[in-house]
């Protein structure tokens, strides 16, 4: 199974002798012996620290057995063990699984209860300083990693773990270190819990020690050997530089913890803050992101993001860097359910200026025409008649391309099976126009002359209503706005499916009926204007079933309009023909009930009631389709 | 063979992302066919046009997954298929609500296949798939799973306006559902799908196994769902986020098991795969390759490095952490006076370019000039670079000009200016973030991120040894030849193209005119993995061999 790649194998030959850990003689955490350094920093290189003890728990320079560590002037406990995390780790890549894995290593020192300074990191195992068979060279043997001890960015004021700036650390050579140098923009990433050089490195070293040392060298943790001699540095710069606690977290070394953290040793005399549990600092850091995450796996996915890899999970004590997540979630404060996140507004559909202006076009292009065609006689005014339609036609369409009666999905899609909503409008608006006159004729003996356009006279015209039709494009329009501001606004607002709808249809109906005061105020102005009789019970019936039937269609219902608009139309076609048919021989039955209804109720009864039972049930049908939410849904692409 | 090359976004496309590598992919494999089937994530992907392809691909098919559906105006469902619609869509919703269950897993996971399968079907069979999912029927099936009594608390307080949100989410990606890519011409036509990542390009794969038998192998170089977790971030609403975490969720968990293969890129996505539930049996780790030639001029020379010369390359950004770079270099100065640092790298967006800004002031008060002698002009050891500058002027030329290669970010992901470094034989000090570990494997020193301490300790070690360096310079670059190149991804690609179809072959039926199955139609030669020329004349009017 080759999940690992192939890696030239040179074995990495531990540096011998690294075998024994010496027990830990009271706090001291067995230190490993390392193999000899082959390469061994000059003497004086180090700054040696000054201060005194360094902690009991040494991690030292001994740690590290697998480091081969033999600095030739450093004492046993000397405090300048640390540094220089430099391993070449030899991992063959292998099993990156095991970098999360903690191999308790043999008898490891860390069941010491030894506090441990800074981060626990037990040095991956350095192979002894020689040459590898492979070609590949040891890495230097370096003492173990220097606890590169967090230091909380400028950004990051409050951090609960100490820290020590790593400048400060720097001999002062130039003095040209500063604290502030370090003061990067708050916009850096955070850093991870920076404390402790995790030197994570140690991590794949897992299979390596071919010289059998199978335990230290799965020690995936570098012991943070914060020097003794940064600790010093820090303090002696102390003034005005960052706290120089001890580098945090150092998790204190708990018995059942199977890798024992390695005592990062010296800390001088800086006091190491206790942290008994560096896992609340983390989540303290991290707050935003574990209480925004839903499951552990984004938090798992925010932690990596900003640096945390499973060695420095280890740090936590956690073996990789799911488990630290499922911690983290666990944990944090969720306090009563449910906060009042601000949910994002669903996008309200604004009052755009296309839509605005260009819906009172019809009314004007319908005034000017009647205008016109009262000013002038005959033969003109047939031509004006047909100009002013075509004229009315045009800008009737560019008022529905746009805005909240605009058909949605309209060109894209030309299924036939859709529905055709065109010439039944423009029969029902004939109708409007020509229709009560032509029945009257009808029924009276038959259209002696063509209709001359005007009100009175043999066939008449009735102009008013269809001037108070065109006009009231511009209260469609608006109603049909508020609608669906309405419905988003009761969208954002609402529960659960049921409080939509119950909170949509009032709505509804309310539009509906400031629709049809706009269109009766309009009528009657029409009419006063014109001079005509206002003919409110076909109007008002034929403006409702039009706005509806324009609402479904801007809803993207073709369906249900084409139907009902072409029965009425078919129905004010039939009662149109029903007469005239009843003048063939023998089918005088024919027109009875349209002769009935006429001289019952009148002329307009024909068309209002067509359009009004149609009305009514367009009207039931929007009821029920547009007061669900998925009708009012936001569509576009939401990412 | 053939194989159905799955994208998302990516690699037929002109500015797709990621999509170099299926390209080598592609072109290594001559002898093979393939087939692409691409998603486009936007009109403007799609109007960009595609890249030229070689001659072995042979069909190219895109379908948008941008393109806003209808409505659900009219859903032209009958009784029966609304009532199968509720069913399949109703079990997937409740296995995405309950996902927070963590005692039947594979119960959940059941549910959640069978939901997605039965879906699959009713689309191919009467179609309207995404206006049945956000008409009223869907939504209402949504609500119902999520007040079911298993949902999480998320999911119940899940109010009107998410719900919508979470349809619309879900419609688009189960679009190729809809899609007509799985009939005997295309998908099924194929011996093997490749998926070039997680997430919606595995899908058609899924259910070309479901409908043809097409076994399935999925590549990815960064986890579908942890980057989902990652773009979704604070923008939506904690329900909507919560449904489509365990929907992605559910989904990887479910591609992962139907997968044969799995090929993460590295170490971090094979943790992130075994995680949601990949067998570990399966998993095969492939290095994403890189083109090496230019850099065997550089690699092959060792001795044109300046001995004193450090070298950092890549893009200026925060996470990169020059500032650390830069106070390790003072105290290598320190040690060794002579040393010189060259930041090589453009910045990247404005915060990049701040960043720059800063750390040029740093090194201009870290490091005075030095000039030669009393009279003459001075020049800082630190020099900030681009790549096309004259210093400069290409990245082998970098690399080759310094004696260590310095990495020393933060966060990184798959560090390729590294494998750069080690192709051009330099040896390199980097700090262990992301892949590094795993791709240095020993053969250069690794120190712990944000420790200019250690960092200085390693690069004073290696400018002092020049034998070192030279090992560790060759060890890298024998090792990036032999994992980091494009000829060890495309043979890696191929064994596992050629065991796949081994263990895994597709049993096509083929009928003869009357439609019962023709013995022997397909021999055994049809088999082999190669491209299978002509048929023989002999063969056409009755049989064609299993192509």
């Known amino acids: ?639 | 063979m053939r194989t159905g090359l799955l994208t998302e976004g990516g690699y037929p496309f002109v500015n797709g992302d990621a999509g170099l590598w299926c390209d080598r992919l592609v072109r290594g494999l001559g002898q093979h066919e393939f087939d692409l089937y691409a998603l486009s994530r936007s009109r403007h992907q799609e109007e960009q046009g595609l890249l030229p392809l070689p001659p072995q691909v042979t069909r190219v098919r895109t379908a948008p997954l941008w393109t806003a559906e209808g409505d659900g105006g009219a859903v032209g469902y009958g009784r029966r298929a609304r009532r199968r619609f509720t069913e399949h869509y109703g079990e997937l919703a409740g296995a995405v609500c309950a996902a927070a269950d963590r005692s039947a897993p594979a119960a959940v996971a059941d549910r959640f296949a069978n939901g997605l399968y039965g879906l699959a079907e009713l689309a191919r069979e009467e179609g309207g798939l995404g206006a049945a999912l956000r008409s009223d029927l869907g939504v209402r099936t949504l609500e119902r799973a999520c007040r079911a009594p298993g949902a999480p608390g998320t999911a119940r307080e899940a109010r009107v306006a998410d719900l919508l949100t979470v349809t619309g989410h879900l419609e688009r990606a189960l679009r190729p559902l809809s899609l007509d890519w799985y009939g005997d011409d295309a998908l099924g036509a194929a011996d093997l799908c490749h998926a070039t990542s997680g997430g919606p390009a595995a899908l058609p794969g899924l259910l070309a196994r479901h409908f043809g038998g097409v076994p399935l192998l999925v590549t990815e170089y960064g986890v579908h769902l942890r980057a989902h977790y990652l773009d979704r971030g604070a923008g939506a609403a904690p329900a909507v986020r919560a449904l489509l975490a365990a929907f992605h969720g559910r989904l990887a968990t479910e591609i992962y098991r139907r997968a044969e293969i799995l090929t993460p890129g590295n170490a971090h996505a094979r943790r992130w795969q075994e995680r949601c539930g990949a067998d570990r049996a399966r998993i095969r780790t492939v290095y994403p390759g890189m083109a090496a030639g230019g850099f065997t001029e550089a690699g092959e020379s060792p001795d044109r490095a300046d001995p004193d010369t450090l070298v950092w390359v890549g893009r200026v950004e925060p996470a990169k952490d020059l500032v650390s770079l830069l106070h390790a270099f003072a105290e290598v100065r320190r040690r060794e006076p002579g040393a010189r640092l060259r930041v090589v790298g453009s910045p990247a967006g404005p915060e990049g370019a701040a960043y720059l800004g800063h750390c040029r002031a740093l090194a201009a008060q870290l490091f005075p000039d030095e000039a030669e002698g009393a009279h003459a002009v001075g020049c800082n050891p630190v020099s900030f670079d681009e790549i096309g500058s004259p210093d400069a002027p290409t990245l082998p030329e970098v690399y080759a000009s310094g004696a260590v290669v310095v990495l020393s970010s933060v966060v990184e992901g798959f560090p390729t200016g590294l494998i750069e470094a080690m192709l051009c034989g330099r040896a390199t000090v980097s700090t262990d973030a992301g892949a590094v570990v795993e791709v240095i494997g020993g053969t250069g020193l690794v120190v712990p991120p944000r420790n200019p301490r250690a960092l200085a300790d390693a690069c004073v070690a290696l400018l002092r040894d020049p034998e070192r360096r030279a090992r560790l310079g060759a060890a890298a670059r024998a090792r990036a030849l032999e994992l980091f190149t494009v000829e060890q991804n495309v043979r890696a690609f191929h064994g596992i193209y050629l065991e796949i179809v081994s263990h895994c072959p597709v049993r096509r039926d083929l009928l003869d005119a009357s439609g019962a199955p023709l013995p022997f139609a397909a021999p055994a030669e049809s088999h082999v993995p190669a491209h299978w020329p002509a048929t023989p004349t002999w063969a056409l009017p009755t049989t064609e061999p299993a192509r």
């Open chain 1, 1 to 639: 199974m080759s999940d690992t790649p192939r890696m030239p194998s040179g074995g990495v030959p531990w540096g011998a002798g690294g075998d024994g850990h010496r027990p830990s003689s009271g706090t001291d955490p067995g230190p490993r012996e390392g193999t000899s350094a082959r390469v061994t920093p000059a003497a004086g290189e180090w700054p040696r620290p000054t201060a005194g003890a360094d902690r009991a728990v040494s991690a030292g320079g001994r740690h590290g057995g697998e480091i081969s560590v033999n600095w030739p002037d450093a004492p046993d406990d000397s405090p300048s063990a640390p540094v220089a995390g430099i391993l070449a780790v030899d991992h063959p890549a292998a099993a990156p699984g095991p970098a999360g894995t903690f191999p308790a290593g043999g008898p490891r020192a860390g069941e010491s209860p030894v506090r441990q300074p800074g981060a626990a990191c037990d040095l991956p195992p350095v192979p002894g300083a020689r040459d590898l068979p492979a070609g590949f060279s040891a890495h230097a043997p370096g003492p173990a990693g220097i606890s590169s001890v967090g230091e909380p960015r400028a950004g990051e004021p409050a951090t609960s773990r100490p820290d020590v700036s790593p400048a400060a650390r720097f001999v002062p050579g130039a003095g040209v270190f500063t604290a502030g140098a370090r003061a990067l923009p708050a916009g850096l990433p955070g850093h991870v819990p920076g404390p402790a050089g995790t030197s994570s490195v140690g991590g794949p070293c897992a299979a390596e020690s071919s010289a059998g040392r199978p335990d230290a060298s799965a020690v995936p943790r570098s012991v943070s050997a914060s020097s003794g001699s940064g600790v010093i540095l820090s303090k002696s710069r102390a003034g005005g530089r960052r706290t120089s606690a001890i580098p945090a977290d150092g998790p204190p070394a708990p018995a059942s913890r199977p890798p024992a953290p390695m005592p990062a040793a010296n800390r001088g005399a800086v006091p190491r803050r206790p942290s008994g549990d560096p896992v609340k600092a983390l989540l303290h850091r991290h707050r935003d992101l574990c209480e925004r995450a839903v499951d552990a796996l984004e938090i798992a996915a925010g932690l990596e993001a900003q640096g945390i890899t499973d060695r420095t999970a280890a740090r936590f004590r956690h073996r990789d860097v799911f488990s630290l997540a499922e911690e983290l979630y666990a944990r944090v404060p969720r306090a009563g359910e449910p906060r009042a996140e601000p949910t994002p507004a669903l996008p309200v559909p604004r009052v755009g200026a296309a839509w605005a202006l260009s819906s009172p076009l019809p009314g004007i292009a319908g005034a000017g025409t009647v205008a016109a065609m009262r000013l002038t006689q005959g033969q003109p005014r047939l031509l004006v008649a047909v100009a002013g339609i075509a004229l009315l036609a045009l800008a009737t369409r560019a008022a529905l391309r746009t805005g909240p009666l605009a058909a949605r999905n309209g060109p894209r899609r030309g299924r036939a099976r859709r529905g055709i909503l065109a010439p039944w409008t423009l029969w029902l608006l004939g109708y409007a126009l020509f229709g009560d006159g032509l029945l009257h004729n009808v029924l009276t003996g038959g259209p002696d002359t063509l209709p001359d356009g005007a009100p009175g006279g043999a066939w008449p015209t009735a102009t008013a209503p269809a001037l108070a039709l065109t006009l009231a494009l511009v209260p469609a329009a608006w109603c049909a706005y508020l609608l669906t501001a309405g419905a988003r606004r009761r969208l954002a607002g609402s529960r659960g499916l049921g409080d939509f709808t119950a909170a949509a249809r009032p709505l509804l109906l309310g539009t509906f009926a400031l629709f049809l005061g706009a269109l009766a105020a309009l009528l009657l102005g029409c009419a006063t204007v014109l001079g005509e009789p206002a003919a409110y019970p076909q109007t008002l019936t034929l403006g409702a079933l039009l706005l509806l039937a324009r609402l479904l269609v801007a809803h993207g219902h073709r369906h249900a309009p084409a139907l009902v608009l072409g029965a009425a139309a078919v129905t004010e076609a039939v009662a149109l023909a029903l007469p005239l048919a009843g003048r063939l021989p023998h089918c005088g039955l024919l027109a009875l009930p349209v002769r009935t209804l006429t001289d019952a109720v009148g002329e307009p009864a024909v068309p209002a009631l067509a359009c009004g039972t149609a009305a009514l049930a367009l009207l039931l049908h929007a009821g029920r389709t547009l007061t669900r939410a998925s009708a009012h849904a936001p569509t576009g692409t939401t990412g």
